[in-house]
């Protein structure tokens, strides 16, 4: 089952995990200033200065957390599954280690982004939970993301774990999908009314530029975050590495 | 600025516990992702470090 | 006449090379069964399970018929999920204790093929129950009679899409030595699409709606998961052995 299609050399660089060290301890800088300057912008401007909605007045401007929250833990996921496959393919420790450190950031975003869905509802829908496509599906890939930290932290050999954990998020992968349009249908099965959380297209651009900033801030700080992580696990693992060694004297 | 004055921007015309709940969940979430990572590798590094001194002191010993 | 005297009965005398696949097939699935009848006790568990989740509802909620006629889709459904999780845990388990499994990786037999033959046997002694035993459970919940064909042609369908993916979960934790409650974790999600168009069927045909599209819909994910599955679980098991 495991193909190696010939890939060209820089591909097999990236499996380095000194070389990981040394680009992402010089990426860090950028990514965190970019964050931090579109984070900062993009709050103030959604909070301050953006209309409120029509219907839903100010409560609206949860948005501003709550779709980037959905759409990076979406894409965490989706990181997660790919970067395991390359790890089943072909057997990159660096693959692994990302892998391994989406996990528990994959499942803050997806608390997240169900906490600030659950409390917008409260002044929207007049509930803290409804069961809506949109947040059903949340909890689904909340429910995703525990059982592959769960069973990753059930295997004792790091890079058993690291494989398993790899079949189970691509079954996952593959799964969601269907899962998405299941629930959906369903939730037009059950809900009297269909209530549209976000993202109208009519949206003014004062309102989705902000919107917009926000989410390319929040992938520039999962960015960061999910580098700090690799970082402090290729360490942990290269303890034994003479380059890890020299760091640890420099320190 | 869409609000007149600050106490209008913190009470959001009634909807202010709700949305600065949000914000600060947010944030929580974000310092934890940044802390931890830093606080994980700070470790590493004094446990490492005490671990090379007990080497370096355990050969200075072997060579006398 | 133990584990490995059926092992070796099985198999004919010829090479493994004449070994048709779907000779290769039948040997697999006539040792999980004859293993299966050796502990006849073992079966009933699942199938008792099932029953008391049914009556849990009417005690703990209302039994109410207007009530329960109304949930009762739902309940048959969630309580065979739950039923079919509960014996998913001791599907690889034996073979893997003994080094049966290990045998079986190293074999020349397609492992895929292997798998097939054990989630197949599987779902003739729990899943296929289950839908025979469901029409009782559907009067005990009353359910309304046109439901009651639905109910057991969307089991037919769906207990074999759930016995493949808890398959899945098995073959990743049948190394971990309290491998249950973690399986139900890791598999829960993947089973709420069947869940939705199971119930969703029944419930349709209570209305009077047709389920043709609904029993398509899970003809389609057991297909697909009848083609997947098996890599996955034949993935999931090399890992769990290598360990």
Known sequence: MAKSWKMPKWFYQLGSPRWFYDISGRLLPWFSVAAGVLLIAGAVWGLAFAPADYQQGNSFRIIYIHVPSAVLAQSCYMLMAVAGAINLIWKMKVADMIATCCAPIGISLAILALATGAIWGKPTWGAWWVWDARLTSMLILLFLFIGVYALHSAIEDEVTAGKAAAVLSLVGLVNIPIIKYSVEWWNTLHQASTFKVTEKPTMPPEMYLPLILMVVGFYCFFAVTLMMRTRAEVLRREKRAGWVRELVEAN | ?64 | MTKEAVVQGGEPQESSAELSLSRVFLIALRRDLLLAYRRRSDLVNPLVFFIMVATLFPLGVSPEPVFLSEVAAGVVWVAALLATLLSMDSLFRSDFDDGTLEQLLVSPQPMALLVVAKVCSHWLISGFPLTVLAPLLGVMLFLPSEGMTALVLSLLLGTPTLSLIGAIGAGLTVGLRKGGVLITVLVMPLYIPVLIFGTGAVQAAVAGLPIGGYLAILGAILALGFVLAPLAIAAALRISVSN
């Open chain 2, 1 to 64: 600025m869409y609000f007149s004055s600050f106490a209008e921007l913190v009470a959001m015309e009634g909807h202010g516990p709700y949305v600065w709940t949000c914000y600060a969940i947010a944030l929580t979430v974000i310092l934890f992702n940044l802390i931890s990572p830093i606080l994980k590798r700070r470790h590493f590094f004094t446990v490492q470090g005490r671990i090379l001194r007990r080497e370096r002191q355990q050969k200075q010993q072997q060579q006398l």
